[in-house]
């Protein structure tokens, strides 16, 4: 977590946890406060693509 930024203005990026088994995030998102965007986890992969 420490690495990820927003990809956009390379901001701090806050987790929140929907769904997680014994090794990793299941579902949940990846939260910008600097562009207010967020970043959807699903199936384990986050999908950190700058919005359109």
Known sequence: MDILVCPVCK???ELTV???NEKEIVTGSLYCA???VRY????????LL???
Do not use: F, R, S, V
């Open 11 to 13: 901001g701090e990026l």
């Open 18 to 20: 929907e769904e997680e």
């Open 34 to 36: 600097k562009c207010d």
């Open 40 to 47: 959807p986890i699903e199936e384990t992969i986050p999908n």
């Open 50 to 52: 700058p919005p359109e």
